[in-house]
């Protein structure tokens, strides 16, 4: 790669620790190209166009700053209480204020402002996630001809659900802006495709691209993974118990940011039912992770509520004095020890309603030991599920069939068990995330540079700090 890589991506790592496999991953990626990563300072300031430097080796990081009205309403506004649910087929959860996509489309044009006095014409331009879809747009808008590409972390929505959006038709438009969309699943394609040939603006071309007006964009899947051989390490480790003198024998375990779209409501009523019906003498224990998130939106609220109410049921009901069937973790846990969580757990429990992929369901596989593994419970709405066909695949929204499946683990055989995880571990090995980013700037470099439109070069927008 002749250019430079610049990553743009709503977090950014703080300190010189370098966890995570999407960090990892741009970790090395970054550091092959002298590259630069920007995001957002966790900390509010002004609102202007300047960058904090958080650290230079082997790659630049550089931060800019909200200010707290552009906290409120283009993060938790417009990216998470419209973008987020409409990705995750809840209409019934958008909420819609003009103030949210002012702001949203405001931030991105700062942003466009910041990457144009920056980009040198070689560099290759990496945008993530939702928070950025019309990024490319606005860097258009201001002359930049990199190749730019776009990769979706969460589920792409569904063509019915853009009808909520004030303008859906800006959705295909910024999207078409960017040279390669990356989505996680070929179901996803699919729904991508599917709102371009629903669009008259789009063509499609005999080499499977999409043109646009006078445009072109490709769309394809990019599945990601985890640091396998990483993640498998930490898990091997030997060290102090977690559970100290009060472990439990033998349990599942569910990992999750506390969100609606991980369905941990039905995931505790399912572990009640299989309490109700479990063998005489047995006492599983589900230890469940939740770390809070976004808080500050209503929704959020509302099922930290009814998980501590369902989670206080079934213990009341079920504990005794010296078990206690649910733990329920309401923080992060440290990747190290939560790695060693999942090798010791018998089985682990996913029980999404939509999600882009599930790393859980890959951390977990990779920290088994292959001569006496887990089982993998694994929601069919899960991306993970495309390709993981051997986990024990359920239907979150099904209490009965998600109980009958925990009792399935518990009871499998090791035969069949050793059997599920060595597929499933094929696949996490086969997507590994240092695969993904590179076969992902593989196909980006690969695109035609962005040949800028008459039309969008006489509407330029000056920078003004030029």
Excluded at 85 to 106: F, I, K
Excluded at 338 to 360: E, F, H, I, P, Q
Excluded at 415 to 428: D, N, P, Q, S, T
Aim: proline share 6%; hydrophobic share 40%.
């Amino acid at each position: 790669m002749a250019g430079r890589l610049i990553v743009i991506s709503n977090r950014i790592p703080m300190g010189e620790s370098i966890s995570g496999g999407l960090v990892v991953a741009l970790h090395d990626a970054l550091g092959c190209s002298g590259g630069i990563w920007i995001g957002a300072h966790p900390d509010p300031g002004d609102g202007d166009d300047s960058l904090e430097e958080l650290g230079t080796s082997p790659y630049q990081r550089l931060a800019f700053r909200l200010t707290e009205e552009e906290q409120n309403n283009y993060y938790l506004g417009y990216a998470n209480s419209v973008l987020w649910p409409l990705c995750h087929r809840r209409g019934d959860l958008v909420e819609m204020r003009s103030e949210y996509e002012t702001s949203y489309r405001a931030v991105n044009a700062r942003i466009a402002r910041i990457v144009s006095r920056i980009a040198e014409p070689e560099d290759l331009i990496w945008v993530h996630d939702y928070h950025f879809l019309p990024l490319a747009t606005e860097m258009r808008a201001r002359g930049l001809r990199n190749r730019i590409g776009f990769f979706l972390h969460i589920p792409f929505p569904a063509l019915g659900d853009l009808s909520v959006l004030s303008q859906p038709e800006r959705f295909a438009d910024d999207l078409a802006h960017y040279d390669l969309v990356g989505l996680q699943t070929r179901s996803d394609v699919a729904r991508c495709l599917e709102m371009y040939r629903a669009d008259p603006r789009a063509e499609f071309m005999p080499d499977g691209s999409i043109k646009f007006l006078d445009r072109f964009t490709s769309v394809r899947s990019f599945p990601i993974g985890i640091d396998t051989k990483g993640f498998a390490a930490d898990a091997a480790q030997e060290a102090v118990n977690p559970f100290g003198r009060e472990e439990p024998g033998s349990y599942i375990i569910g990992v999750d940011r506390l969100d609606y779209s991980k369905g941990l409501p039905n995931r505790f009523r399912a572990f009640a039912r299989y309490l109700e019906t479990r063998p005489e003498g047995v006492r599983p224990c589900l230890v469940q992770i939740a770390p809070p998130t976004r808080q500050q939106v209503r929704a959020y609220q509302d099922i930290t509520r009814e998980l501590e109410e369902i989670a206080g049921h079934v213990n009341g009901a079920f504990a005794e004095l010296d078990w206690t069937p649910i733990r329920y973790i309401h923080r992060a846990v440290p990747r190290a020890e939560l790695a060693r969580l999942y090798r010791k757990a018998r089985a682990c429990l996913v029980t999404s309603y939509a999600d882009g992929m599930n790393l859980v369901a890959k951390e977990y596989v990779a920290a088994q030991d292959p001569e006496n593994p887990g089982v993998l419970l694994l929601s069919r709405f899960a991306g993970a599920a495309e390709d993981m066909t051997e986990a024990l695949q359920i239907n979150p929204y099904d209490v009965e069939e998600v109980s009958a499946a925990i009792a399935a683990a518990f009871d499998m055989p090791l035969a069949e068990r050793k059997r599920r995880h060595a597929a499933c571990l094929e696949i996490v090995k086969k997507t590994d995330v240092t695969i993904w980013s590179t076969d992902f700037l593989r196909v980006l470099m690969r695109c035609k540079p962005f040949a800028v439109p008459e039309y969008l070069g006489m509407r330029s927008i000056p920078d003004p700090a030029l």
